[in-house]
């Protein structure tokens, strides 16, 4: 039994990802509530969106009554870094045929980490090994989505400031990129552009027009000298 | 309801559009050198501007409006650096914020 075998790995190597989940897919959950949304919109959203940063932009996005064609753009460019993942990705998922579209549809930063740096059991089929991390990492995210928006849906406290989890995801993310990346052109650009745009008093604008100019923005930033000899 | 259905469609489209894109377009040929680069680099400004718009989202420019917000996000960036655990980093931070705000907000 090959897949008995995958199926156990896969959930021995997503342990990490268990917990990381559980817990912030619960405040995700508390805070989706405490916004005035019905309990039931956190699993919705975790099994079509399944997105943990989009997922809370979520629910001030819906809440300040954006327009439609600014919350896919924005949501798009805040998800632009999972482009990076499929490009890293193709080669490992070309052979694949069953379960390639969930696998790429799960494609979360977690899912990733643990994809490219996990190895399948030897005798195991690597597509439904891949398939058990996705399929996991998925329910971990639901069920600590759903357990938050139950409790938060039967506590009256209102856990003043538990919104700010998600500046402290957004930092948590920030540090990693700029470890990553190791040069301050994009974040130079990144903070100039909302800065500006708050002090010429766009402050409604800021979020959106400052990701869009930024992102245009990257697209023209010299090639570093490494990238440049390889290319 | 029907404006929230709406949304929640837009927003699986738009990220299921970043997840399937290198595969809809390059699964035969070579992605060109400009857009590898510029899809690695739009993270890291898209991640700092999300920073610095999130943080005047309560900033009142008053005094505690100010600092407790950016008490919150040094103190995230500190444990992130120590422990480089992001849940530490952000339940830690979260939970600094939180007692700022109880006593001093």
Known sequence: ?231 | MLRIIIAIAVMTLATQLTRFFPFLLFSRRKPPQWLLTGSRLIPGAVMMVLVVSSIPHNLNFTLPGTWIPLSGVAAVSILHLLFKHPLISIFGGTGIYMTLLHFFG
């Open chain 1, 1 to 231: 039994m090959s897949r008995k075998k995958a199926f156990t790995a896969a959930l021995k190597a997503s342990a990490p990802v268990f917990f990381g989940y559980i817990s912030i897919g619960f405040a995700y959950g508390f805070l989706l509530v405490k916004s005035g949304f019905q309990w039931y919109w956190a699993p919705i959203m975790s099994l079509t969106i399944f997105a943990g940063a989009a997922q809370f932009m979520a629910i001030s996005l819906i809440n300040q009554n954006k327009g439609f064609i600014e919350i896919g753009l924005a949501i798009f460019l805040l998800n632009a870094r999972h482009m990076v993942y499929g490009f890293s990705v193709l080669e490992r998922y070309a052979p694949f045929k069953k379960f390639k579209k969930y696998l790429i549809f799960g494609l979360t930063d977690e899912t990733y980490a643990l994809i490219t740096t996990v190895e399948p059991p030897e005798d195991a089929d690597p597509e439904f090994f891949d398939f058990c991390i996705t399929a996991l990492n998925q329910s971990y995210w639901t069920v600590g989505g759903l357990i938050g928006s139950l409790l938060g849906t039967a506590i009256a406290w209102n856990a003043p400031g538990l919104d700010f989890a998600l500046t402290a995801l957004f930092v948590v993310l920030l540090i990693e990129q700029i470890k990553t990346l190791k040069r301050p052109g994009p974040f130079i650009l990144g903070f100039a552009a909302p800065v500006l745009l708050y002090a010429f008093g766009f402050t409604e604008e800021a979020l959106f027009l400052g990701i869009v100019i930024s992102s245009v923005g990257c697209f023209l930033l010299k090639k570093p000298k490494a990238e440049a000899a390889n290319a």
